[in-house]
Protein backbone atom coordinates (compact mmCIF):
# COMPACT_ATOMS: atom_id res chain seq x y z
CA UNK A 1 0.00 0.00 0.00
CA UNK A 2 1.47 3.40 -0.67
CA UNK A 3 0.94 5.47 2.38
CA UNK A 4 1.60 8.96 0.76
CA UNK A 5 -1.55 10.85 2.53
CA UNK A 6 0.46 13.77 3.37
CA UNK A 7 -0.54 15.18 -0.47
CA UNK A 8 -3.95 14.87 0.48
CA UNK A 9 -4.00 17.10 3.97
CA UNK A 10 -6.09 20.02 3.61
CA UNK A 11 -5.75 23.07 5.76
CA UNK A 12 -8.35 21.64 8.20
CA UNK A 13 -8.01 22.94 11.71
CA UNK A 14 -9.60 20.38 14.47
CA UNK A 15 -13.52 21.61 15.03
CA UNK A 16 -13.84 19.83 18.81
CA UNK A 17 -17.27 18.02 16.92
CA UNK A 18 -16.59 15.17 19.41
CA UNK A 19 -15.98 11.68 19.07
CA UNK A 20 -17.22 9.50 16.16
CA UNK A 21 -15.39 6.45 17.46
CA UNK A 22 -17.25 5.30 20.81
CA UNK A 23 -16.52 1.34 20.38
CA UNK A 24 -14.32 -0.62 18.45
CA UNK A 25 -16.44 -3.69 17.75
CA UNK A 26 -14.42 -6.99 15.93
CA UNK A 27 -12.88 -7.80 12.91
CA UNK A 28 -10.82 -6.45 10.25
CA UNK A 29 -11.14 -3.03 8.91
CA UNK A 30 -13.03 -2.98 5.53
CA UNK A 31 -10.80 -1.87 3.17
CA UNK A 32 -8.30 -4.95 4.10
CA UNK A 33 -10.94 -7.96 3.06
CA UNK A 34 -10.33 -10.21 2.25
CA UNK A 35 -8.55 -11.27 5.26
CA UNK A 36 -5.93 -13.76 4.41
CA UNK A 37 -6.74 -15.93 6.49
CA UNK A 38 -3.93 -18.64 6.01
CA UNK A 39 -1.24 -16.46 7.51
CA UNK A 40 -3.75 -14.06 9.91
CA UNK A 41 -2.44 -14.75 13.56
CA UNK A 42 -5.32 -15.33 16.35
CA UNK A 43 -3.49 -14.55 19.54
CA UNK A 44 -5.66 -15.95 22.65
CA UNK A 45 -6.98 -14.04 25.78
CA UNK A 46 -6.07 -16.58 28.13
CA UNK A 47 -3.93 -15.57 30.94
CA UNK A 48 -4.92 -11.81 30.26
CA UNK A 49 -7.20 -9.30 31.03
CA UNK A 50 -8.16 -7.77 27.21
CA UNK A 51 -10.54 -5.57 25.48
CA UNK A 52 -11.92 -2.41 25.26
CA UNK A 53 -11.19 0.46 27.50
CA UNK A 54 -11.79 4.56 28.06
CA UNK A 55 -9.19 7.17 28.42
CA UNK A 56 -9.92 10.32 29.89
CA UNK A 57 -8.62 12.99 26.69
CA UNK A 58 -8.88 17.05 27.46
CA UNK A 59 -12.22 17.15 25.19
CA UNK A 60 -13.66 13.99 26.17
CA UNK A 61 -13.31 10.18 26.32
CA UNK A 62 -10.61 8.48 23.72
CA UNK A 63 -11.92 4.42 23.10
CA UNK A 64 -8.54 2.11 23.17
CA UNK A 65 -7.98 -1.51 23.45
CA UNK A 66 -6.10 -2.58 26.06
CA UNK A 67 -4.37 -5.91 26.66
CA UNK A 68 -2.49 -6.96 30.13
CA UNK A 69 -1.61 -10.15 31.89
CA UNK A 70 -4.38 -11.04 33.88
CA UNK A 71 -2.32 -11.58 37.51
CA UNK A 72 0.63 -8.80 38.91
CA UNK A 73 0.69 -6.00 38.73
CA UNK A 74 3.40 -2.89 37.47
CA UNK A 75 3.80 -4.07 34.22
CA UNK A 76 6.16 -2.38 31.70
CA UNK A 77 4.23 -0.17 28.95
CA UNK A 78 3.94 -0.44 25.40
CA UNK A 79 1.74 2.33 23.57
CA UNK A 80 0.59 0.46 19.93
CA UNK A 81 -0.08 2.84 17.04
CA UNK A 82 -2.56 1.58 14.27
CA UNK A 83 -1.92 1.66 10.98
CA UNK A 84 -4.36 4.27 8.76
CA UNK A 85 -7.23 1.51 9.38
CA UNK A 86 -7.21 2.12 12.88
CA UNK A 87 -7.79 -0.60 15.96
CA UNK A 88 -9.19 -3.14 14.11
CA UNK A 89 -8.18 -6.81 15.24
CA UNK A 90 -4.82 -7.25 13.82
CA UNK A 91 -3.86 -3.65 16.47
CA UNK A 92 -5.66 -6.08 18.82
CA UNK A 93 -4.28 -9.15 18.62
CA UNK A 94 -0.29 -7.30 18.41
CA UNK A 95 -1.54 -5.80 21.74
CA UNK A 96 -2.52 -9.36 22.94
CA UNK A 97 0.71 -11.02 21.59
CA UNK A 98 2.66 -8.18 23.60
CA UNK A 99 0.67 -8.78 26.91
CA UNK A 100 1.52 -12.42 26.63
CA UNK A 101 5.05 -11.22 26.96
CA UNK A 102 4.41 -9.82 30.09
CA UNK A 103 3.53 -5.99 28.89
CA UNK A 104 0.36 -3.66 29.48
CA UNK A 105 -0.60 -2.95 25.77
CA UNK A 106 -2.69 -0.12 24.83
CA UNK A 107 -3.79 0.83 21.37
CA UNK A 108 -6.23 3.95 21.36
CA UNK A 109 -8.45 4.82 18.18
CA UNK A 110 -6.87 7.67 17.36
CA UNK A 111 -8.84 8.63 14.64
CA UNK A 112 -11.88 8.56 16.44
CA UNK A 113 -12.67 12.67 16.37
CA UNK A 114 -12.58 12.06 12.58
CA UNK A 115 -14.37 8.91 11.10
CA UNK A 116 -14.13 5.10 11.69
CA UNK A 117 -11.89 4.06 9.16
CA UNK A 118 -12.74 0.36 10.03
CA UNK A 119 -15.83 1.07 7.61
CA UNK A 120 -14.48 2.50 4.76
CA UNK A 121 -13.88 0.12 1.65
CA UNK A 122 -11.62 2.96 0.29
CA UNK A 123 -8.52 3.07 1.01
CA UNK A 124 -8.43 6.53 -0.62
CA UNK A 125 -11.37 7.63 1.55
CA UNK A 126 -9.44 6.94 4.60
CA UNK A 127 -6.36 9.09 3.68
CA UNK A 128 -8.47 11.88 2.46
CA UNK A 129 -11.57 11.59 4.37
CA UNK A 130 -9.83 10.82 7.74
CA UNK A 131 -6.15 10.50 8.29
CA UNK A 132 -5.76 13.97 6.87
CA UNK A 133 -7.66 15.63 8.86
CA UNK A 134 -5.82 14.08 12.12
CA UNK A 135 -3.50 17.20 13.73
CA UNK A 136 -0.31 15.69 14.95
CA UNK A 137 -0.67 17.79 18.26
CA UNK A 138 -3.51 15.91 18.80
CA UNK A 139 -1.83 12.88 18.66
CA UNK A 140 0.84 13.17 21.03
CA UNK A 141 -1.69 14.79 22.96
CA UNK A 142 -3.74 11.32 23.41
CA UNK A 143 -0.92 9.21 23.65
CA UNK A 144 0.01 11.49 26.50
CA UNK A 145 -3.79 10.72 28.11
CA UNK A 146 -2.93 7.07 27.60
CA UNK A 147 0.21 6.82 29.49
CA UNK A 148 -1.43 8.50 32.23
CA UNK A 149 -4.42 6.25 32.29
CA UNK A 150 -1.73 3.68 32.08
CA UNK A 151 0.00 5.08 35.20
CA UNK A 152 -3.11 4.32 37.51
CA UNK A 153 -4.73 1.07 35.88
CA UNK A 154 -1.43 -1.23 37.08
CA UNK A 155 1.04 -0.01 34.56
CA UNK A 156 4.67 0.85 34.99
CA UNK A 157 5.24 4.35 33.28
CA UNK A 158 8.86 4.11 34.33
CA UNK A 159 8.91 1.46 31.35
CA UNK A 160 7.63 2.80 28.81
CA UNK A 161 7.50 2.08 25.03
CA UNK A 162 6.12 2.69 22.03
CA UNK A 163 5.23 0.84 18.46
CA UNK A 164 3.51 1.67 15.30
CA UNK A 165 2.97 0.12 12.15
CA UNK A 166 2.79 2.26 8.48
CA UNK A 167 0.94 5.52 9.48
CA UNK A 168 1.58 4.31 13.46
CA UNK A 169 4.91 4.10 12.72
CA UNK A 170 5.68 7.78 11.75
CA UNK A 171 3.67 8.77 14.88
CA UNK A 172 6.27 6.65 16.47
CA UNK A 173 9.40 8.83 15.45
CA UNK A 174 7.50 12.09 16.41
CA UNK A 175 6.23 10.49 19.65
CA UNK A 176 10.08 9.58 20.88
CA UNK A 177 10.78 13.89 19.77
CA UNK A 178 8.04 14.22 21.99
CA UNK A 179 7.99 13.08 25.75
CA UNK A 180 10.88 12.63 27.30
CA UNK A 181 9.61 9.52 30.01
CA UNK A 182 9.90 6.97 26.92
CA UNK A 183 12.22 4.74 27.20
CA UNK A 184 12.16 3.39 23.74
CA UNK A 185 10.35 3.22 20.14
CA UNK A 186 10.01 0.86 17.05
CA UNK A 187 8.54 2.08 14.00
CA UNK A 188 7.07 -0.29 11.15
CA UNK A 189 7.67 1.25 7.80
CA UNK A 190 6.89 4.74 8.97
CA UNK A 191 6.75 7.35 6.28
CA UNK A 192 9.84 9.59 6.93
CA UNK A 193 9.51 12.83 4.83
CA UNK A 194 6.29 14.64 3.60
CA UNK A 195 4.41 17.56 2.97
CA UNK A 196 4.82 20.67 6.10
CA UNK A 197 1.56 21.98 7.11
CA UNK A 198 -0.51 23.18 10.00
CA UNK A 199 -1.21 19.98 10.64
CA UNK A 200 2.04 17.93 10.45
CA UNK A 201 4.61 20.63 10.72
CA UNK A 202 7.52 18.38 11.26
CA UNK A 203 8.38 14.82 9.81
CA UNK A 204 11.23 12.31 10.79
CA UNK A 205 13.68 13.63 9.04
CA UNK A 206 13.30 16.66 10.85
CA UNK A 207 13.75 14.95 14.30
CA UNK A 208 17.13 13.19 14.51
CA UNK A 209 18.77 15.48 16.76
CA UNK A 210 15.26 15.74 18.96
CA UNK A 211 14.68 12.43 19.67
CA UNK A 212 14.89 11.76 23.74
CA UNK A 213 14.23 8.08 23.32
CA UNK A 214 16.29 5.67 21.28
CA UNK A 215 14.39 4.31 18.41
CA UNK A 216 14.49 1.47 16.41
CA UNK A 217 12.94 1.86 12.55
CA UNK A 218 12.12 -1.60 10.60
CA UNK A 219 11.76 -0.92 6.50
CA UNK A 220 11.35 -2.61 3.35
CA UNK A 221 13.79 -2.33 0.49
CA UNK A 222 11.28 -2.99 -1.61
CA UNK A 223 8.47 -0.46 0.09
CA UNK A 224 6.88 1.30 -2.82
CA UNK A 225 5.97 4.50 -0.71
CA UNK A 226 8.96 4.50 1.18
CA UNK A 227 11.82 5.85 -1.27
CA UNK A 228 14.78 4.13 0.33
CA UNK A 229 16.99 7.21 -0.41
CA UNK A 230 15.08 8.89 2.41
CA UNK A 231 15.51 5.91 4.84
CA UNK A 232 19.06 6.16 4.20
CA UNK A 233 19.59 9.49 4.81
CA UNK A 234 17.03 9.48 8.30
CA UNK A 235 19.67 6.62 9.12
CA UNK A 236 22.73 9.17 8.18
CA UNK A 237 21.20 11.69 10.05
CA UNK A 238 21.12 9.14 12.98
CA UNK A 239 24.64 8.81 13.13
CA UNK A 240 25.26 12.31 13.02
CA UNK A 241 23.50 12.92 15.97
CA UNK A 242 25.03 10.69 17.61
CA UNK A 243 22.43 8.14 19.61
CA UNK A 244 21.69 5.16 19.87
CA UNK A 245 18.73 5.15 17.77
CA UNK A 246 19.07 2.98 14.27
CA UNK A 247 17.40 1.49 10.98
CA UNK A 248 17.45 -2.02 10.13
CA UNK A 249 16.22 -2.28 6.29
CA UNK A 250 14.71 -5.53 4.89
CA UNK A 251 16.34 -5.94 1.52
CA UNK A 252 13.39 -7.70 -0.79
CA UNK A 253 10.49 -6.66 2.25
CA UNK A 254 7.38 -4.70 0.55
CA UNK A 255 5.66 -2.24 2.75
CA UNK A 256 3.51 -4.24 5.78
CA UNK A 257 5.45 -6.72 5.51
CA UNK A 258 4.40 -7.20 9.47
CA UNK A 259 0.82 -7.46 8.50
CA UNK A 260 0.07 -11.30 8.73
CA UNK A 261 -3.88 -10.87 7.49
CA UNK A 262 -2.48 -9.27 4.15
CA UNK A 263 -0.59 -10.78 1.01
CA UNK A 264 2.52 -7.71 1.87
CA UNK A 265 3.14 -10.07 4.39
CA UNK A 266 6.86 -11.84 4.63
CA UNK A 267 7.16 -14.20 7.68
CA UNK A 268 10.62 -14.43 8.22
CA UNK A 269 11.53 -10.90 7.90
CA UNK A 270 7.93 -10.60 10.20
CA UNK A 271 9.02 -12.87 12.80
CA UNK A 272 12.68 -11.24 12.97
CA UNK A 273 11.36 -8.11 13.25
CA UNK A 274 9.31 -8.99 16.04
CA UNK A 275 12.35 -10.26 17.88
CA UNK A 276 14.61 -7.49 17.14
CA UNK A 277 11.56 -5.38 19.35
CA UNK A 278 11.58 -7.33 21.97
CA UNK A 279 15.76 -7.45 22.24
CA UNK A 280 15.09 -3.28 21.64
CA UNK A 281 12.67 -2.66 24.64
CA UNK A 282 15.00 -4.83 26.98
CA UNK A 283 18.23 -2.63 25.90
CA UNK A 284 16.34 0.20 26.66
CA UNK A 285 14.88 -0.58 30.10
CA UNK A 286 11.33 -1.26 28.90
Same mark, same amino acid.
Given at each position: ?162 ? &??? =?? /? @?? !? ?6 ? #???? %? &??? =?? /? @?? !? ?6 ? #???? %? ?81
Amino acid at each position: MNNDFDSLAPAVVFDRRGFLVTALGAGFALAVQPVTAQTAIATDTQGLVAGEVRVKVHDGEMVAYRAQPASGSSFPVILVVSEIFGVHEYIADVCRRLAKLGYQAIAPELFARHGDPRKLASIQEILAGIVARVPDAQVMSDLDACVAWAKVSGGDTARLGIT &GFC =WG /G @RI !VWLYAAHN #PQLK %A &GVA =WY /G @RL !VGQVSDLT #PKHP %ADLAASLKAPVLGLYGGADQGIPLDTVWDLQDKLKAAGGKSTIHVYDDAPHAFHADYRPSYRKDHAEDGWKRMQAWFRQNGV
